[in-house]
Nanobody
Framework: QVQLVESGGGLVQPGGSLRLSCAASGFTFSTYFMSWVRQAPGKGLEWVSDINSDGGRTSYADSVKGRFTISRDNAKRTLYLQMNNLKPEDTAVYYC?????????????????WGQGTQVTVSS
């Protein structure tokens, strides 16, 4: 079965950096788009970024563009999110998801396959 396990979250000061990882199993990782979404306290899911199967094409929400970088290592079946210049408004639980989920999330729905999430807290 599909399994997605996120890690790398934590508490960081404004302006700091974190690198999230998502270990994937149960499907042919190298053939799928992958996405990151997040959920801030008291808010709905927000699409953050996605990447195509070979890592050659990426997309970002305006709120993170220029600060976050999505990448993947198909040999390791792992998705990454490098987060720089973090802001308090980036505080959220971050989830990786299988496939393209931007429209799903914008519609207020949940992705078919997503992990358990990793907490990122940006605070001084």
């Amino acid at each position: 079965q599909v399994q997605l396990v996120e890690s790398g979250g934590g508490l960081v000061q404004p302006g700091g950096s974190l690198r999230l990882s998502c270990a994937a199993s149960g499907f042919t990782f190298s053939t799928y788009f992958m996405s990151w979404v997040r959920q801030a306290p008291g808010k709905g899911l927000e699409w953050v970024s996605d990447i195509n199967s070979d890592g050659g094409r990426t997309s970002y929400a305006d709120s993170v563009k220029g600060r976050f970088t999505i990448s993947r290592d198909n040999a390791k079946r792992t998705l990454y999110l490098q987060m720089n210049n973090l802001k308090p408004e980036d505080t959220a639980v971050y989830y990786c998801a299988k496939g393209l989920v931007r429209r799903t999330v914008v519609a207020g729905l949940k992705p078919d396959y997503w992990g358990q999430g990793t907490q990122v807290t940006v605070s001084s």
